[in-house]
């Protein structure tokens, strides 16, 4: 048995944004634009929005205090401005961080939830959410997921409803012309994630197996070319590759990489990709073991022989190392451990298990 649900109706392509009005148009008569300080400033995403809403009569306010990895207070600042203003729908608009905070700042307009209530729900319907990624990386235009920092838990936290997927997802690759190469790295990683662990999971489904391996093969191809000037027709297939990796992860989940990597970006400050990076190949040593059909499909797909050679690549493509003390293993192994991603995994992962993969990966 499965079920497949992807209600968020997505425009994807160069000019996309334009063609959106009648869609747009439906939600309301103004609109809380949330972005990060800069880039939606400058790489024409946001110019695009206020261009649409402006040809359809839609008022709009800005809120472009949205920090990496946002927070919980930010996302309260957000919304106090929404319901100040009495916005009718929120568009995010930037990499996962805006579009993730615009998503809880929607939940936030129409709910009253104190910090543990905003983890657990159960919520009433968000404003409608319009979601214009910048990077392609987190899929988080067409998922039902929101991940915050919660200071008050000490690491990153989704808040996750089906409430949350966006009505509308503007995918306009051209706004990624321009995105930094660590980023565009950091990025395609995350993807590769999504597709990778959505594959494997427990939760995987016929359905989502085909988007995943769709991904893995526009990704793959791209894999040994990340840095330098990108053209468009290669910026075009990386998002079209994350958006499919988001469509695998709304349906599949994500697992062992994820829950590990969070405790490695909220303590040791690595980005989200990069953290995810440094984990994937000892993750597919597991799955190697455990779901040795698929891992070697995955090979096959992306064309690496194992996950020795996979992580070889990756050494190279990211040379980080990250310094983790016994302390620090034993904390985040006890901290993944109290995840879902644990009993997501496709293996029988082990408080050892999980410490062994924090040890391999240290300096
Ligand atoms: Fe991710």
């Not at 000490?154 to 997802?169: D, F, M, R």
């Not at 990756?314 to 993944?336: I, R, Y």
Request: glycine residues 8%; negative net charge; hydrophobic residues 40%.
């Amino acid at each position: 048995m499965f079920s497949y649900e992807m209600p968020t109706k997505l425009y994807f392509g160069k000019g996309c944004v334009a063609e959106a009005g009648d869609d747009v148009k439906a939600l309301g008569s103004k609109a809380l634009l949330v972005t990060g300080r800069r880039s939606a400033k400058q790489n024409g995403s946001q110019a695009a929005v206020v261009s649409l809403l402006e040809s359809l009569g839609i008022e709009w306010v800005l809120f472009d205090d949205v920090e990496a990895n946002p927070s919980v207070e930010t996302v309260r600042k957000g919304a106090a401005l929404g319901r100040q203003e009495g916005v009718d729908f929120v568009v995010g608009i930037g990499g996962g961080s805006p579009m993730d905070a615009a998503k809880v700042i929607a939940l936030l307009c129409t709910n009253e939830l104190d910090d543990a209530a905003l983890f657990k729900g159960p919520y009433k319907a968000p404003l409608p959410i319009v979601a214009v990624p910048t990077t392609s990386g987190t899929g988080s235009e067409v998922t039902k997921i929101s991940v915050l920092t919660n200071h008050s838990a000490g690491t990153k936290q989704s808040v996750k409803s089906p409430l949350l997927y966006p009505k509308l997802a503007l995918a306009d690759p051209s706004f990624t012309m321009d995105v930094p190469e660590a980023v565009t790295i950091d990025t395609a990683i995350d993807a590769l994630s999504h597709a990778i662990e959505g594959y494997m999971a427990k939760a995987s489904t016929p359905v989502s197996d085909v988007w995943a391996e769709e991904a893995m093969r526009f990704l793959g191809v791209h894999l040994t070319n990340l840095r330098g000037h990108l053209p468009y027709a290669v910026r075009e297939d990386l998002m079209y590759a994350s958006t499919l990796a988001g469509i695998v992860i709304s349906q599949a989940g994500t697992t062992l990489v994820h829950g590990m990597g969070y405790p490695l970006t909220y303590y040791k400050g690595l980005s989200h990709g990069r953290a995810n990076g440094l984990l994937l190949p000892q993750y597919m040593k597991l799955m190697e073991e455990s779901m040795a059909d698929k891992a070697e499909r995955v090979w096959e797909i992306l064309g690496f022989s194992d996950a020795e050679d996979f992580g070889a690549f990756m050494k190279d493509l990211m040379p980080e190392v990250v310094e983790l003390s016994n302390e620090d293993v034993a904390k985040f192994t006890a901290m993944t451990m109290k995840t879902n991603s644990v009993k997501a995994t496709s293996y029988d992962v082990t408080a050892g298990v999980v410490s062994n993969i924090y040890k391999a990966i240290r300096r």
